[in-house]
């Protein structure tokens, strides 16, 4: 296990996501995207185009809490991570079509996202659930907000400093945590039967 700490929006050419392996750690500075269910809806089956570019960057899937403190200006209140299995079809598009690089989320994806993330190099960052108040700290600023008519499901522009740590819990490579840590526990369940039936 190594950690990480990555800076974004990345290059074309950077390496560091072929690098990074199932277990890893990853620390995220600079920006991160904040996207949910209707701002994928509306770039995908609505086929309206993000208003700003999202290239070499990171999805974090979320719809924060905030405070309007002007025209187009929010102040982050809390900033928490949604389930991201139900977002998994947008996988393929953000990377292939939008050169995103990372999504960041919980519980992580379906076969689709999952191949798509083997398919264009890109990794799946996984937080651990209820850690929003970490998160939020994490975010040095609301830069700029779009789509507002979403609301909370806009697409977010947030400034971050060492955000994470991040689990990397599928990675460009195909390596899978998820299925690692079913495939254990099936095991184990399968010895403890095995025992009880024994005693």
Not at 152 to 177: A, M, Q, T, Y
Request: hydrophobic residues 40%; aromatic residues 10%.
């Amino acid at each position: 296990m190594k950690l990480y700490n990555i800076n974004l929006p990345l290059a074309k050419d950077d390496p560091i996501v072929s690098q990074l392996r199932v277990g890893d750690m990853v620390q995220i500075n600079g920006y991160i995207f904040g996207v949910r269910d209707a701002t994928l809806i509306r770039i995908f089956d609505k086929k309206v185009p993000p208003p700003t570019s999202l290239q070499g960057g990171a999805c974090l899937h979320t719809a924060p809490s905030v405070k309007k403190i002007g025209e187009g200006k929010y102040e982050k209140v809390c900033v928490g991570t949604t389930t991201s299995t139900r977002m998994s079809r947008f996988t393929e598009g953000l990377l292939g079509t939008y050169g995103v690089n990372f999504i960041i989320g919980k519980g992580g994806l379906y076969r689709d996202g999952v191949e798509a993330l083997k398919k264009y190099g890109g990794c799946y960052l996984s937080i651990v659930g209820g850690a929003a108040a970490l998160e939020t700290t994490q975010i040095e600023e609301i830069e700029e907000v779009w789509w507002e008519d979403l609301m909370p499901e806009c697409l977010w522009k947030f400034r971050v400093k060492d955000f994470g740590p991040l689990i990397v819990s599928i990675d460009s490579h195909g390596g899978n945590l998820y299925t690692e840590v079913k495939a254990k526990a099936e095991a184990t369940l399968k010895e403890l039967f095995i025992i009880k039936e024994l005693v």
